[in-house]
């Protein structure tokens, strides 16, 4: 491998003592003497053999940096020595001295693996000089050793990491064909190595990719412009059974690649590419499930509010330049509030989850649907014809409300409301046909719900009014703006009145005498509904206590009552308080609830009502019939009455022989030994077919509408008034 002349040469440069250690086999000692002092002076420890035999045995155990050879040796010859030291395996260089002049003996030796031969007589100085030599080599030698073992070592170590890296690691030729592949290939796309040796990197990317991998994965730049961070997706094997399971026939990975050039520092021609990948699959996918969360609905898996928004504004652009029409609908469910209050939550997100699958049934291609509250849809619905198309789609629509939603044994009616917006007539941003469409949705739900309605600009004014309500609403109270009417309740068997229900008006500034249809939803929104119950307590049971003073005492208070006030901790203290500030007991007051109400938080509802009705207190339940709840509830509460709603008196017409829905009301209240009160009776015909299904309280037009307080003093004074007029008064 090298060349012992160069050594030698270099050797000569340096006359420096070498040391080491030195073996001397020869059987002459006179000769062996006479080296001791120049082997001295050069620094080396000397170890004298002057046999074969010796010579070997102390070799066997030491090591030496030289050995110095007579090829005479009593026992052996030098050269018998020379093979048995090869057979030994060890490697310290031999240096022959012999008398043997002849080139055979030299030859011989070197044959043996002799490092260098010196013949007696010799120079001192070129047996110093071979020995130097010698010396040098194996040095030199034994460091190279050295190097390449650590040089494989850590071949070795590089081998390991690169193959058990998480990481893809490749590097490619000037072709682009692969070069080396790390065994982490097999796993991340099921190709092996073998396989991939040699083709071109191309086979695995994904086709969609390819155009984008160009340049990328046979990067030829080294500087601070090299391919980093650049997303790919690699081609996995499908379909082959030894290979694991792709769920995608892709991986997604990041690349990182640098060109290879031939010498350090780039300066020479362009040999490859070396590249990292790492896999990325699961951070896409975790990063895609976030992306569709962020813009979808978890209950219905519809598109949300912000998703929406996005395809409206991508709307807008596309009608600017088409110049096309579309719509935009709000719709929200009626009833559903009540189905989540009665049913609860579970029964009320499987009824969204019905309903957007109902509607998505009736959705072109096209046409988004998204969720963007509660109970709240908005509809984009593209390339119209005409707003009267919208409004076709909108019916077809709220058809798919119409049949029952079946909910595991309940089955529920809701029906919906509908605001529709058409651009750019109603709104030429995202932002305003939302609100336009809300808008008119509000108007909808104002005009008895269950519709749909295209927006206009008169609207507007009807909304403002009730948004700039809300804050009139607080200061009404203090403004002492509320009256309260009283409508009679009558015996029409006794012709008397039995009772007076207490109805608040709000006296407007403005508007004038607002309905309570119209505040009390808004009240019960906002929380105000529990003052004003309070109020409407007090001002009743003050009128109460002159009526009792006037010898009214058996006429029942009757007032209505939100689920709020029920819900309130001190809903009983507080009522009777109220009562008992003007002397009135409890037993003087019916208390009217919805079924709704019931519905709401039972367990404390019916503990309250019963605390109210343990004290004398009629409890009843109002517009019976409408709610939506089971009958069981009417045996768990203390009810002691049923107001059938007038919606169902209504339907007594004239010449009409049978009312079913009226005759089962009369006949649950019979059957659960309740009073029954029929509410909103106008017309004689009702009040006789009323009359005779057995129901003996009545309250409608037909007797007296809610009256100011001085003419309901003035109806309880001349009673027979009432039933004169109507019709009623037994003769
Ligand atoms: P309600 O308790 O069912 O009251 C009966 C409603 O029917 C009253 O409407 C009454 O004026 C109306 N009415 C009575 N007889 C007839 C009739 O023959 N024909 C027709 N078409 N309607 C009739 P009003 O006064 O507008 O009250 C509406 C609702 O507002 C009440 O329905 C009640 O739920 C609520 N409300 C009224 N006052 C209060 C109150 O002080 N507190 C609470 N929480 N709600 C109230
Ligand atoms: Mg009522
Ligand atoms: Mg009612």
Redesign the pocket.
């Known amino acids: 491998m090298f060349d012992h002349h160069f050594f030698r040469d270099e050797a000569a440069e340096s006359s420096l003592p070498v040391g080491g250690k030195v073996l001397m086999v020869d059987d002459e000692p006179r000769f062996v003497e006479s080296l001791r002092p120049l082997l001295s002076l050069k620094g080396f420890d000397q170890q004298i053999c002057n046999s074969g035999k010796n010579a070997l045995s102390l070799l066997k155990r030491e090591k030496f940096d030289l050995i110095l050879l007579d090829l005479n040796l009593g026992d052996m010859t030098g050269h018998d020595v020379m093979e048995q030291i090869k057979l030994l395996g060890i490697e310290t260089p031999v240096i022959v001295i012999s008398g043997d002049n002849s080139i055979d003996a030299a030859i011989d030796a070197l044959r043996n693996g002799v490092y260098d031969f010196v013949r007696k007589p010799f120079e001192p100085e070129q047996l110093i000089r071979a020995i130097e030599n010698a010396v040098y080599k194996t040095r030199l030698e034994r460091a190279n050793q050295e190097i390449h073992e650590k040089l494989e070592q850590s071949r070795n170590v590089y081998r390991y990491l690169v193959d058990s890296s998480p990481d893809l690691i490749y590097t490619l030729d000037e072709n682009g064909c692969f070069t080396f592949v790390n065994e982490r290939v097999e796993m991340l796309v099921g190709y092996t190595k073998e396989e991939l040796l040699g083709k071109h990197y191309s086979a695995l990317v994904y086709e969609e990719d390819i155009d984008r991998a160009k340049y990328v994965f046979n990067e030829r730049r080294t500087d601070h412009r090299t391919t980093h961070n650049i997303e790919l997706r690699l081609k996995c094997r499908l379909g082959d059974e030894q290979f694991r399971h792709f769920e995608n026939n892709f991986v997604t990975i990041v690349l990182k690649s640098k060109g290879l050039y031939d010498s350090h520092g780039g300066g020479g021609p362009f040999i490859g590419t070396y590249g990292v990948a790492r896999d990325i699959s699961d951070r896409k996918k975790a990063e895609e499930l976030i992306h569709y969360q962020a813009y979808h609905d978890a209950l219905t898996d519809l598109p949300n509010r912000t998703l929406f928004k996005d395809r409206l504004g991508l709307a807008v652009e596309q009608a600017k330049r088409s110049n096309e029409q579309f719509a935009v609908m709000f719709l929200d469910l009626d009833r559903f509030k009540l189905v989540n209050d009665s049913l609860g939550h579970h029964f009320g997100d499987e009824l969204l989850k019905i309903v957007s699958t109902r509607l998505k049934k009736v959705l072109r291609k096209g046409d988004t649907l998204a969720r963007v509250g509660g109970d709240e849809f908005n509809l984009l619905l593209p390339k119209l014809k005409s707003p009267d198309h919208a409004r076709k789609l909108a019916a077809k629509f709220l058809d798919q409300l119409v049949s029952p939603f079946k909910l595991e044994e309940h089955e529920a009616y809701i029906s919906g409301s509908i605001g529709i917006a058409i651009y750019p007539d109603h709104g030429e941003t995202p932002e305003a046909l939302i609100k336009s469409a809300d808008i008119a949705m509000y108007h909808v739900k104002w005009e008895g719900k269950n519709g749909c309605m295209l927006y206009n600009k008169n609207m507007n004014e009807v909304f403002h009014r009730k948004l700039s309500m809300e804050n009139e609403l607080r200061r009404a109270l203090d403004a002492d703006q509320f009256i309260?009417?009283y409508?009679p309740q009558v015996d029409v068997i006794n012709s008397s009145i039995v009772g007076m229900?207490?109805?608040?008006?709000w006296q407007h500034p403005e508007y004038g005498l607002v309905?309570?249809?119209e505040f009390?939803p808004l009240?019960?929104e906002t929380g105000l509904?529990v003052r004003?119950?309070e109020w409407?307590l007090k001002k009743s049971s003050e009128q109460f206590r002159l009526w009792h003073d006037m010898g009214f005492g058996h006429v029942r208070l009757s007032?209505?009552?939100?689920p709020q006030?029920v819900e309130r901790k001190d809903f009983v203290g507080m009522v009777k308080k109220q009562l008992g500030l003007n002397g009135i007991g409890l037993d003087g007051l019916e208390v009217?609830i919805?079924e709704s109400t019931l519905m709401r938080d039972m367990e404390n509802s019916i503990s309250k009502l019963k605390a109210l009705a343990n004290g004398g207190s009629k409890i009843a339940v109002?517009?019976f019939g409408t709610g939506y709840s089971s009958l069981s509830y009417l045996k768990r509460f203390p009810i002691n009455t049923i107001?059938i709603?007038?919606s169902f008196?209504?339907d007594v017409t004239d010449g009409m022989s049978e009312v079913p829905i009226v005759t089962a009301i009369t006949a649950i209240a019979d059957g659960f030994k309740m009073r029954l009160i029929a509410?909103?009776?106008?017309t004689s015909e009702q009040m006789e077919y009323l009359k005779s299904r057995g129901c003996q309280v009545m309250?409608?037009?037909?007797f007296s509408?809610?009256l100011s307080t001085i003419e309901a003093t003035n109806a309880l004074l001349n009673q027979q008034n009432l039933f004169i007029r109507s019709g009623s008064a037994i003769h």
């Open positions: 309260l009417y409508q229900e207490a109805l608040i008006r309905p309570p249809n009390i009240a019960e509904i004003i119950t409407v007032l209505n009552f939100s006030d009217e919805t109002d517009d107001k709603d007038k008196v209504h509410e909103g009776v106008e309250q409608g037009f037909l509408r809610p």
